[in-house]
């Protein structure tokens, strides 16, 4: 029977990883985490370093648990190993359903939503470019993990190198490099500023979400041991560098005042200094971005299906491999399909409010996989460890309690606006639909 191969090098982890994270949030959130900071630069700057920060931990952490288990699953297998099969079903059932296949929709969504800024077209066919993107993506990732790879190191590759020239076009002839001291400091100090600071801190950690989408392919990557810790901590180096470097040009472009005002900072910024004739280009800039960023779910979490279906908890199709092309296509495919009906369905505006409440989910089991450290070094004792987390046990600490953050923030929302309720109560009405199913295939399962 065929099998997942080791085909994944050092450098294609580490660019998966920043692929993974790079969407469109460092093209839009700067502009709002500095309004959130009240104007400060200091503290905006301050805030995507600990956003970096806090990630690193949980890379690192993870980083541990993949070179132990370098199994195809990757986070799913920590859950499961650490917290039992229910948590881990919970988990890959809330992916399959939302948390993949909604971050795939909304990136073939997005990516068509800027074709039409390029080319001319109407919202059906922007549905259309949508579908038939998610469709070349599924395609491209059947047909092979060694081609798939090849192309997310590609996209990677030109939206980093497009975002260090515009950042060094937009240093070079931005015109408010001078009001940038005076914005420096704390502009009105207090208790208030620092309850800001933490959703900015928040929304920042959102910036940096999808670098554990690597670990989903662990059983294919070669010498494991080495390259997760390696991938995980210069990806994390090398995002902090980009998003800061980026934030700062984008200062030298409007200055504080235009900047925090700003929703669409990078199409403001570069329009402001080259003109509007660029504003094809950071079109163009978001597409290869959201392209690259959709090819990396797809590459990445069908493996959780896969690890799900071997465990028999999933349709036992999805734990098949491609005889020729060594992928698990089955699962491939149904990722791709499942994400195009949610872009059909975000046409008539129930998918957009399904998933502003249901992606919070993610961060439930993002704090599990972390904390799953803790019963691994337990069951461990007395054994080696191939790579151990430096700071442990406040690195994962650290991290788990950032995950529960950002979750309790979602439900404190949720009880002040009665639409983010409503979106609250859909995420639980998807746990609430997926323990019957759990115990449907655990009954299959023992037949």
């Not at 093209?27 to 900071?37: E, M, S, W």
Request: charged residues 10%.
């Amino acid at each position: 029977m065929p099998e997942l191969v080791r085909t994944l090098r050092l450098r294609d982890l580490l660019l998966l990883f920043i692929g993974s994270v790079i969407g469109s949030g460092i093209f839009r959130t700067p502009g709002p985490i500095l309004r959130q900071v009240n104007g400060s630069i200091g503290l905006s700057l301050l805030v995507w370093v600990a956003g970096g920060v806090l990630s690193l931990l949980g890379a690192l952490t993870y980083a541990e648990l993949a070179a132990a288990n370098p199994e195809a699953g990757g986070l799913y297998c920590y859950i499961r190993d650490g917290f039992g099969r229910l948590a881990a079903f919970l988990y890959g059932w809330c992916l399959f359903l939302v948390i993949a296949s909604g971050s795939v929709a909304a990136l073939a969504r997005a990516f068509s939503e800027y074709l039409a800024r390029v080319i001319p077209i109407s919202p059906v066919e922007q549905t259309i470019a949508a579908v038939l993107m998610i469709g070349v993506v599924t395609v491209i990732n059947v047909w092979g993990t060694r081609k798939s790879s090849d192309l997310q190191n590609w996209t990677t590759l030109v939206k980093m190198g497009i975002i260090v020239i515009l950042s060094a076009l937009l240093l070079a002839f931005g015109h408010h490099a001078r009001d940038i001291p005076s914005a420096f400091g704390v502009v009105h100090p207090g208790l208030g500023l620092w309850s800001n600071f933490g959703l900015a801190m928040i929304a920042v950690l959102w910036a940096y979400e999808g670098w554990q989408f690597g670990t989903y392919s662990a059983g294919e990557v070669i010498n494991p041991k080495k390259a997760f810790p390696r991938a995980f901590l210069m990806g994390s180096l090398i995002l902090v560098g980009l998003y800061l470097l980026a934030v700062v040009a984008y200062l030298f472009a409007l200055g504080p005042d235009e900047m925090a005002m700003s929703e669409t900072i990078a199409a403001t910024s570069v329009t402001a200094v080259l003109g509007s004739w660029t504003g094809k280009i950071v079109a163009l800039t978001i597409l290869i971005s959201t392209f690259s960023a959709a090819n990396s779910v797809i590459l990445t979490a069908p493996r959780v299906f896969y690890a799900m279906a071997n465990d028999k908890l999933f349709f036992k199709k999805l734990a098949e491999v491609h005889p020729r092309f060594l992928t698990p296509a089955a699962a491939i495919i149904g990722l791709g399909i499942w994400s195009a009906v949610l872009v059909c369905a975000g046409e008539l505006g129930s998918f957009s409010a399904l998933i502003g409440g249901v992606i919070f989910i993610g961060w439930i089991f993002y704090g599990l996989g972390a904390a799953a450290i803790f019963p691994f070094r337990r069951a461990s004792a007395g054994r080696p460890i191939p790579y151990r987390v430096p700071g442990y046990p406040w690195t994962p600490m650290l991290f788990v309690l950032a995950a529960a953050a950002i979750v309790g923030n979602a439900i404190y929302l949720a009880f002040r606006d009665p639409s983010q309720f409503m979106n609250l109560a859909a995420a639980i009405l998807l746990f609430l639909i997926g323990l019957p199913a759990y115990f449907f295939w655990r009954k299959r399962a023992a037949v």
